[in-house]
């Protein structure tokens, strides 16, 4: 299965500015994965990034707010824009297949002061 | 669309025993994959342990293994021997066959005590 470096592991931000996570995947994969975890919650997915494409968001996220960029098959970033203290959360990547089954990356705890 | 409930927001547990974790889901598909992840306070997600629907047989890994009933649409995970190292919270998920995506539960956390 995929390993997955994701970085920065945390940060903290001012608000108003916006804060880039990268995801670099150890394979070739054709989708990946944004999932976005609120304090004590379950995951919720942002967007799946494809390659050569837009990305396709969930409702409630959009594209001005998450940009993301995949530039090829194995890696991947996710911007945070305009932050505010509401996007203080984990942000995590995701990759694999239905066979061997979805890894994540170790995440990025984000606080919005 | 799919739901998937973990009715237990915490379990306890002593070193060495066994404990189940429940997981139900909803879904008019016929074919999906169900996985349990483990995220111990590193907050990585760890694959525990995944399950093709069309699959009868119940998977197993080591000290972990389900049991899924498809037509209950129920799929807990039973730990033997726990560890201390089993601490974590525990979330069951479902896909549907060809999209990819994950929907997951709550969550459980799991304490495993000396």
């Known amino acids: 299965s995929a390993v997955i470096s994701q970085k920065p592991s945390r940060d903290i931000c001012q608000r108003g500015t916006s804060l880039t996570i990268q995801c670099q995947v150890d394979s070739q994969v054709t989708m990946m994965f944004w999932y976005r975890q609120q304090p004590g919650q379950s995951l919720t997915l942002i967007a799946t990034a494809n390659q050569g494409s837009e990305a396709t968001y969930e409702s409630g996220f959009v594209i001005d707010k998450f940009p993301i960029s995949r530039p090829n098959l194995t890696f991947s970033t996710l911007t945070v824009s305009n932050m505010s203290p509401e996007d203080s959360s984990i942000y995590l990547c995701?990759?694999?297949?239905?066979?061997?089954?979805?890894?994540f990356g170790s995440g990025t705890r984000l606080t919005v002061v | 669309a799919q739901t998937v409930t973990q009715s237990q927001p915490e379990m306890s547990v002593q070193e060495a025993e066994t404990v189940t974790l429940s997981c139900t889901y909803d879904t008019s598909e016929n074919n999906y994959y169900l996985f349990w992840y483990k995220q111990p306070p590193s907050r990585q997600m760890i694959l525990v342990i995944r399950q093709e629907a069309y699959k009868q047989q119940n998977a197993t890994e080591n000290r972990f293994s389900v049991n899924f009933q498809k037509a209950a649409k129920s799929f807990s995970l039973k730990i033997s021997d726990s560890q201390l190292g089993d601490t974590a919270m525990y979330f069951c998920a479902f896909m549907k066959e060809g999209y990819s995506t994950l929907t997951f539960g709550k969550g459980t956390m799991l304490l495993v005590s000396p």
């Open positions: 995701s990759a694999g297949t239905e066979y061997y089954g979805y890894t």
